[in-house]
């Protein structure tokens, strides 16, 4: 018998119904497998069943926004931003996906983008604080300081207790060298999170920066105690403690910055300088040996300085000092 052409059309909107119908369960069993994996931590396991029941419903939000964040967490960042573009097209009116999807943007290299999403994501949610505090990280990195400034002012005023915002304010202010500033910042930094590194060590430049040598030391000191991996709070206490004269102190922390991080020129440089304030010459002519290796313009300034003038006689700083 041949069938009319509506009874094909019924036909193949029924078939579709079928598979739909089969295709829900089996995306449902993935979604919960999925949440299981995420809570016993396995992140990677969670992203591809995400992504395996994001093809079974292409027009899912919920599906899709899921799959993005699990692809951001794990690194897969275009396929986090294939999936964030889906989902803004499904809610376009949702502030988190514009935001995750800056993120995403800037993080695979495509700042403008980012920023073009951020400032929706800005519009579309006046009161939280995270996409300007985004937004004011793309200016610190592009070196827009006076921009990044007033959007990290513009996260504390949506939110009062956005800590990230007072810590990168009070970072921003020391990179200017507005130590003053940053004071009061960080001290709200702080306060807001007190096992936050960053903070201390920041805290503590802001004190060196003043001249407050005891402040700025229990600030580093902190800082190590909270993450003992931090190059920069041993290199920076090693380094204040060579500025004031205690150079058997400032022989622990260089040293630890340099096992840290063999490649630190500046710890090598500083920990020569240290040496060579002991009288421990061949340290010292070792040490600067290392640091102009590292980064060969010390040389020269190894050359002017008074910390290295007990070594100006001994014919091997001439032969380290000239490469």
């Known amino acids: 018998m041949k069938r009319a052409p509506w ?43 995400y992504q395996r029941a994001a093809a079974l419903r292409p027009k899912d939000f919920q599906t899709h926004y899921q799959a993005a964040l699990l692809a951001l967490q794990t690194g897969h960042l275009p396929e986090a931003e294939a999936y964030l573009r889906r989902a803004v097209s499904l809610r376009p009116d949702f502030a988190a996906v514009y935001l995750y999807l800056g993120i995403a943007c800037v993080r695979n290299g495509d700042r403008e983008a980012g920023r073009h999403a951020l400032v929706e994501a800005r519009r579309l949610d006046p009161r939280s604080p995270d996409a300007s505090y985004q937004l004011a990280e793309i200016d610190l990195g592009d070196g827009r300081f006076d921009a990044a400034e007033q959007l990290f002012k513009e996260a504390i005023a949506r939110d009062r207790h956005h800590q990230p915002s007072y810590g990168r304010l009070g970072y921003l202010y020391v990179k200017q060298q507005q130590f003053s500033a940053a004071l009061p910042v960080l001290a709200q930094a702080i306060a807001l999170n007190p096992q936050d ?24 000191r902190k800082a190590i105690q909270i993450n003992p991996a931090s190059v920069p709070a041993h290199y920076n206490l090693g380094t204040l403690l060579l500025q004031i004269g205690d150079y058997q102190g400032a022989l622990q922390p260089l ?21 060579a304030r002991l009288g421990e010459q061949e340290n010292a002519l070792q040490s600067l040996a290392q640091s102009i290796q590292l980064n060969p313009t010390l040389a020269s300034e190894a050359q002017r300085d008074d910390d290295f003038q007990s070594l100006q006689a001994d014919p091997e700083f001439f032969t380290v000092t000239h490469p």
């Open 7 to 49: 009874q094909w059309s019924l036909l193949l909107l029924l078939l579709v119904c079928l598979m739909a119908c089969g295709q829900a369960p089996e995306a449902e069993r993935l979604m919960v497998a999925a949440e299981q994996s995420r809570k016993d931590g396995q992140l990677h396991v969670a992203a591809e069943l």
């Open 197 to 220: 590194p960053r903070a201390f060590l920041n805290l503590g430049l802001a004190h060196a920066g003043l001249g407050r040598p005891e402040p700025a030391l229990a600030a580093f």
């Open 255 to 275: 040293g630890e910055a340099i096992q840290l991080d063999p490649q630190q020129s500046d710890a090598w440089y500083n920990l020569a300088a240290t040496y």
